[in-house]
């Protein structure tokens, strides 16, 4: 479940500037979080693409990835302003993929829930 709060008044934090070294705990609540399926990216064309479970948080412009809530440092990092976000419907295994891209990049997540995509 992906929960957003789009209310909370945020004062900078340490996380403004996308640091990985951030723990999840020290981190914080963010403005959504929850699980997301993430689809590694293609290395070559004898390595499928493979989805993994992160847990994700939105916050101060930054998604941050993490491999369990208790992690100490983000298994990945994206600086939101000058992506998009849009549904993905080029993926086939995923009903509720979206993708968040821009000219040369595009990072590819999926939720367990349809309700999950309009949060």
């Not at 996308?18 to 990216?41: A, F, M, T, V």
Request: charged share 25%; net charge positive; glycine share 6%.
């Amino acid at each position: 479940m992906f929960l957003c709060d789009r209310d909370l008044n945020l004062s900078p934090s340490p996380c403004q500037q996308g640091d990985r070294r951030i723990s999840c705990q020290d981190l914080g609540n963010g403005e959504c979080e929850g699980w997301l399926h993430r689809r590694r990216p293609v290395v070559s064309l004898l390595q499928p693409s493979k989805w993994m479970k992160r847990w994700c948080v939105l916050k101060d412009s930054n998604m941050f990835c993490y491999k369990c809530k208790d992690d100490i440092a983000a298994d990945s990092v994206i600086f939101l302003p000058g992506f998009n976000v849009s549904p993905a419907p080029e993926i086939k295994t995923k009903k509720s993929a979206f993708k968040i891209h821009h000219k040369g990049a595009a990072f590819y997540f999926a939720s367990d829930r349809q309700s999950d995509l309009s949060k």
